[in-house]
């Protein structure tokens, strides 16, 4: 149990172009997502914290008319990388809550690559 | 500023031996602290959660220790396998689900 997915798994666009980045769970409903951004040999920001039926809340720093989040259901979220730029390359992963549990789970990750 | 620091060099061990993954905290107080397990290219892998009144926590070959005077938690595999190989994060949270990554140590388990 407590499987999440996301998709892609790889994606590579040119700069200006826009990615959308799927975060489902599976088994479970999440009213809580959220989504880390990770560079290579580092640890993972947070980007954000997604609440279904809500804005998400963006951690300080992240631009969030750039980082498009959108929580539409109980097992969905997506992150849309508006305008991308080659710097917005890296590994994107996301996470959901099960229940009243502080321990998340995580999907797979995204890596995006902008050239 | 918040910091959960782990110890960037690399762990190398032979099999059969404890691995013991230290992770320090600053200017912090977490409620709670979390391992994961992370492969290359992967998502992390929910591994224990140990709270800040709990002094330890085990499940099957894994044990976690949380030391609030120290303001230190430590991860021990007992009889490790080189399939234990993996970058070892840890995470804290003060309040809700909101965490705070370390930047892992990785460990090598060799046969």
């Known amino acids: 149990g407590a499987v999440v997915s996301q998709h892609p798994s790889r994606v590579i666009c040119k700069s200006g172009t826009s990615v959308k980045i799927e975060c489902r769970s599976l088994?479970?409903?999440?009213?809580?997502m959220f989504w880390y951004r990770q560079f290579p040999k580092k640890s993972l920001m947070l980007m954000a914290t997604?609440?279904?039926?809500?804005?998400?809340?963006?951690e300080q720093g992240v631009e969030k008319d750039k980082f498009l989040i959108n929580h539409a259901s109980l097992t969905l979220s997506t992150l849309t990388v508006t305008s991308a730029h080659p710097e917005d390359s890296s590994f994107y992963i996301c996470s959901a809550a099960l229940g009243l549990s502080y321990e998340q789970y995580f999907g797979p990750g995204t890596r995006l690559t902008v050239t | 500023s918040q910091k959960i620091e782990q110890n960037s060099e690399a762990l190398n061990i032979q099999e059969g031996k404890t691995a013991t993954l230290t992770c320090n905290y600053t200017?912090?107080?977490?409620?709670?602290l979390q391992w994961y397990r992370q492969d290359p290219g992967r998502g992390p892998v929910f591994l224990l959660l140990i709270r800040e009144n709990e002094k330890e926590k085990r499940k099957e070959r894994l044990k976690v220790t949380f030391d609030t005077t120290l303001k230190q938690s430590l991860f021990h595999i007992t009889a490790s396998q080189p399939a234990d190989s993996a970058t070892y994060l840890c995470a804290g949270s003060e309040y809700g689900n909101k965490l705070v990554f370390g930047a892992g140590t990785i460990l090598r388990v060799k046969s």
């Open positions: 088994d479970f409903q999440a009213t809580t």
């Open positions: 997604s609440n279904e039926g809500s804005k998400a809340t963006y």
């Open positions: 200017n912090y107080s977490p409620a709670y």
